[in-house]
């Protein structure tokens, strides 16, 4: 018998990414207000520019969260050290150098969070890899940010020391120092990735992606606990997945994709409940596990490709962007709901 759908890795990891939410927030929060105390033309340009970065990246963070498919609460002390920097933001102790000062800091912070879970990433497994992707693109512009903030405080901090203006060719530097770091790691990185605007047919394939590589590796694995572990992600994202589906996708694409058509994904995925919940009952080093794994994989495969090929087309056909658009963010919205539930359900977390 599967002893736990939970992982204690999987679990810090989604507490890490919840961390970064929360500072995601609190950097936005920061910048719009440099923006209103900034007197200076050049130094408020480069804060609105980063501004723009940081309010995309909060939509990519969101998308990256759910579909990592654990979501947890920020760290007691995160979220403490928030709310005393928050404080210290909006009151007059701080000149505006030292308030710039302790938002370097806190990029610093968001930057050493992506790298981190980068690097627990690969311990941990591939579908996670796959779910954290985008924080590439996150983690590259807040080492960019770091070095324009790192401009504005040399700038700041001459003005407030001596009253006169710092020597020429500090944003010249700047840019060098950026484009040093855009020729180290601009390669790996798709900087033009806004995953705001994906569209019903991206999101759905990053989840099909993500069920295929946790049913691989739990099919490779010869260890009783990693195959736990993948079975335990498995059970949750199909369930979750298959929720968000019927209630978002599905009710949305009847209309042309046809009653039968539709009906009949409605119907392999309530068989697909009824096969998790059977494999739950069974142990995970049986014989019969991996068999019935194998057999789900195949079942679960087959309905992918029929929504990849034709209910895909249906949807491009009759859809315009906007509305895919739309309809990927409903998506989301009920997957991220539903996360929630299953992760505040305690009883839903052991079988």
């Known amino acids: 018998m599967v002893a736990t759908l939970d992982d204690t890795k999987r679990n810090a990891i989604a507490v890490k990414l919840a961390d970064m939410k929360l500072l995601q927030q609190l950097l936005i929060q920061n910048e719009e207000l440099f923006l209103r105390e900034s007197a200076d033309r050049e130094i408020a340009d480069n804060i609105r520019k980063m501004l723009d970065d940081d309010r995309k990246n909060q939509g990519i963070l969101e998308t990256v969260v759910i579909q990592y498919g654990i979501q947890k609460e920020a760290d007691t002390t995160v979220q403490e050290m928030v709310n005393k920097v928050r404080q210290l933001m909006q009151g007059n102790e701080l000149s505006f150098f030292e308030k710039v000062f302790q938002h370097e800091l806190l990029k610093h912070q968001q930057v050493m969070n992506g790298l981190t879970i980068h690097k627990a990433a690969q311990r941990v497994g591939a579908?996670?890899?796959?779910?954290?992707?985008?924080?590439?693109?996150?983690?590259?512009?807040?080492?960019?940010?770091?070095?324009?903030?790192?401009?504005?405080?040399?700038?700041?901090?001459?003005?407030?020391?001596?009253?006169?203006?710092?020597?020429?060719?500090?944003?010249?530097?700047?840019?060098?120092?950026?484009?040093?770091?855009?020729?180290?790691?601009?390669?790996?990185?798709?900087?033009?990735?806004?995953?705001?605007?994906?569209?019903?047919?991206?999101?759905?394939?990053?989840?099909?992606?993500?069920?295929?590589?946790?049913?691989?590796?739990?099919?490779?694995?010869?260890?009783?606990?990693?195959?736990?572990?993948?079975?335990?992600?498995?059970?949750?994202?199909?369930?979750?997945?298959?929720?968000?589906?019927?209630?978002?996708?599905?009710?949305?694409?009847?209309?042309?994709?046809?009653?039968?058509?539709?009906?009949?994904?409605?119907?392999?995925?309530?068989?697909w409940r009824i096969i998790l919940d059977q494999l739950k009952a069974i142990n995970p080093t049986a014989p019969e596990f991996k068999d019935r794994v194998r057999g789900l994989m195949d079942d679960v495969m087959d309905h992918v490709r029929q929504e990849e090929s034709t209910m895909f087309a249906a949807i491009r056909n009759n859809l315009s962007s906007q509305q895919s658009e739309e309809l990927a963010t409903q998506f989301k919205a009920a997957k991220s709901r539903i996360q929630q539930k299953i992760g505040g359900n305690k009883a839903g977390a052991r079988v």
């Open 127 to 271: 579908d996670v890899m796959a779910a954290i992707g985008s924080l590439n693109t996150i983690n590259f512009e807040n080492r960019a940010h770091q070095e324009q903030l790192k401009g504005i405080l040399e700038i700041l901090g001459v003005r407030e020391l001596t009253g006169q203006d710092a020597d020429q060719g500090i944003w010249a530097r700047v840019q060098d120092a950026i484009a040093a770091i855009s020729g180290a790691v601009g390669s790996a990185v798709t900087q033009s990735s806004d995953k705001q605007d994906m569209n019903i047919q991206d999101v759905l394939r990053m989840d099909h992606n993500k069920v295929n590589i946790l049913f691989t590796q739990l099919l490779q694995s010869n260890d009783s606990q990693k195959i736990q572990e993948y079975f335990g992600q498995l059970y949750k994202d199909i369930s979750v997945h298959a929720a968000a589906e019927e209630e978002v996708v599905y009710p949305r694409v009847r209309p042309f994709y046809g009653d039968a058509d539709t009906q009949e994904l409605y119907d392999e995925q309530a068989s």
